[in-house]
């Protein structure tokens, strides 16, 4: 039927379809019930697919006719297949914590609202929960666009046998918020000191002289501000939220691209999606040329690497291990060939995992 400008024929149009939506969605939520059953009945206890649900994102975006945004879209069925997923088996997530941190956002952003998230007080008690079973995945973060890699979260991937399932980038916005004093009232600010670095010129500009106090998180920074009416904090629209705090000026991070990676950590084995990542962890003699032979089958299979990071070795002093994440899944037959000549060269070699892209 085509609406009129009447706003009762439109309402009457919209409540029909909302009809059609909600029997629909009953359908789809039967069907993964169903799909549930069959996983069950072949002893497979992999309910969580990443990359059914990446491709399903993807189609789905690819789709859209409009007017709603890609993102929107992405956003909508995210929340679809989540509640699906949760009717299937629940799921629980760990991460960064406490409630209203930025590893919160990412871990809603790719799992949505229907999993169980548990907050961690470190990056490493997130590795511990997940390999010890308390938790099916972690999300921790990698890498900022800013400020460059999260060491702590790349050492940890070496020290525990986990695998990469999944990656979320989220752009960050960092507001500045009070209990209600106005920004020319506040004596200090806390602040986590990522979050510091990613503001440095607004607040050289703005709040030149106001007291920075160090805070282990932008949820803390948050709940510190709200106990404390002369303090304002840096920290998230969520955590602003939980604890009833003002924003005084959003968006003050200086790079207005600021983005942050993260990555989902767990024990299973992400299959193909059709537009992957694989990330290895390798280390070549120390001699010279000994980097360019290790990465020289890449090259020759025409693989893009889409990033490379070294950290200390641990073992001796200036040695070195490479963090590689390169585009493709290591099952396809090229990727997997060049592979196995840069492990035959490798004196150290472990791939982390791969998985689906980033969707949105
Ligand atoms: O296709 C599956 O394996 C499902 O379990 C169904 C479904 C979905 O709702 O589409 C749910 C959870 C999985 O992570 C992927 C997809």
Redesign the pocket.
């Known amino acids: 039927m085509k609406a009129t400008g009447d706003l009762a024929a439109l309402r009457t149009a919209i409540d029909a379809l909302d009809s059609d939506l909600m029997r629909l969605l009953s359908q789809?939520?039967g069907?993964?019930l169903e799909?549930?059953k069959v996983?069950r009945a072949a002893g497979d206890t992999?309910?969580?697919?990443?990359e059914?649900?990446a491709a399903?994102l993807r189609r789905i975006m690819a789709e859209n006719p409009g007017p709603l945004a890609k993102d929107t879209v992405a956003f909508l069925f995210r929340e679809?297949?989540?509640?699906?997923?949760a009717l299937?088996s629940p799921l629980r997530v760990a991460y960064l914590g406490p409630a209203g941190t930025f590893s919160q956002m990412a871990a809603q952003k790719h799992f949505g609202t229907a999993v169980e998230l548990q907050p961690g007080a470190n990056i490493a008690e997130i590795f511990r929960l997940v390999d010890g079973g308390q938790a099916h995945f972690g999300v921790v973060p990698v890498e900022n666009s800013s400020e460059g890699s999260v060491n702590q979260t790349l050492d940890l991937l070496l020290d525990y046998p986990l695998r990469i399932c999944g990656e979320v980038q989220l752009r960050v916005v960092h507001n500045l918020v009070s209990s209600g004093a106005p920004l020319v009232a506040l004596q200090r600010i806390h602040v986590h000191y990522q979050t510091r670095a990613q503001c440095r010129e607004w607040l050289a500009d703005h709040l030149p002289g106001v007291e920075l106090v160090d805070a282990p998180s932008n949820a803390v920074a948050a709940q510190r501000a709200a106990a404390d009416p002369a303090s304002g904090a840096i920290s998230t629209h969520i955590a602003a939220e939980l604890h009833g705090l003002q924003t005084l000026a959003a968006g003050i991070e200086d790079n207005p691209e600021n983005t942050t990676r993260f990555l989902v950590i767990g024990s299973m084995e992400t299959q193909p999606s059709g537009a992957d990542k694989t990330s290895l962890v390798v280390a070549g003699p120390n001699r010279p040329g000994s980097l360019h032979a290790l990465l020289s089958p890449l090259a020759a299979a025409g693989i893009s690497l889409t990033r490379i990071e070294s950290r200390p070795a641990r073992s001796a002093i200036w040695e070195y291990v490479f963090y590689l994440d390169l585009q493709g899944h290591c099952q396809d037959a090229p990727i997997a060939a060049a592979l196995r000549e840069l492990a035959d060269r490798a004196s150290f070699y472990r791939c982390l995992g791969a998985y689906p892209k980033a969707v949105y």
């Not at 992999?46 to 990443?50: E, K, L």
């Open positions: 789809r939520a069907l993964a799909v549930g996983k992999q309910f969580y697919r990443p059914r649900e399903i679809i297949i989540s509640a699906c997923l299937e």
